[in-house]
């Protein structure tokens, strides 16, 4: 016949399986993504692709020219581009750090996230009315934004306008973002499509980085061109939401030990008081 107290010992014995396993799902449980940034300074001119992929002035006459300036950046070099365009728009240039050195992630393989944040700065440098005069008393802007390519898709964030009323000085950006708030572009229109956004998630393809530049004007027959730059470009991927509560290992044991000691004791004064 077994005793109370073999029973008691067969219960300890199974309550720290019962650890082991726990212990062991603890220390499997998937946390949030470590922090990924991607940052460039120096805007060395191989490591950044650069092109029109919207064009909707008139007879798609828009223009650029994209180039990295060794001094006059906050501080030291920088990125700048000329854009010259007809009436009409929008024309949008997408700038991707795509190569060898890219700014590349894959959500699917590498691991998912919820959120951007991001940064840069910006200036404007000269305005062109028309082309190639310059007309500094005159007003004009040329629109930044974060760029995403995903699936053969172009996205954009909110876009951000640097222009002749900073005074040729350097604007600082920073935002955080989720994939909601990215639109992808209808490459026609050039405008944002609703409904429609890049997949962050584990089931999302690979992300090329970047940057988008953005014009149009409304003078028939006249062209225009602006001359801005971007520094500092940095982007970070994280994971905003807080990581689901978790008991600690060491909580687990001793929670499971001391319910195994009182059953021992319960079962032993059970034990003696039935001798």
Known sequence: MVSQENVARRTIIFLLAITVSSVWHFSQTPTALAAVIFEDGDFVASDWTSSKYVDATTNQGASFVATTIASGGAPGSYRQVLLTFPSGGPMRVAHLRSGSNGFKWNPSTQGAFTTIDYSFNLIMTNY??????????????????????????????????????????????????QASQFLRIDLTTGLGMPGFHPNFSATGGEIIFGYDNVNSHGSDGIFKATESGIDNYKIRLGDNAPPPAVPEPSTAILSLGLLSFAGLNSIRRRSGQIK
């Open 128 to 177: 062109f009315n028309p082309a190639p005069t310059p007309a500094p008393s005159q007003q004009a802007a040329v629109g930044y934004t974060l760029l995403l390519h995903q699936a053969g898709h172009y996205y954009i964030a909110p876009t951000v306008a640097v222009s002749t009323n900073d005074n040729q000085n350097w604007i600082s950006i920073a935002n955080s973002l």
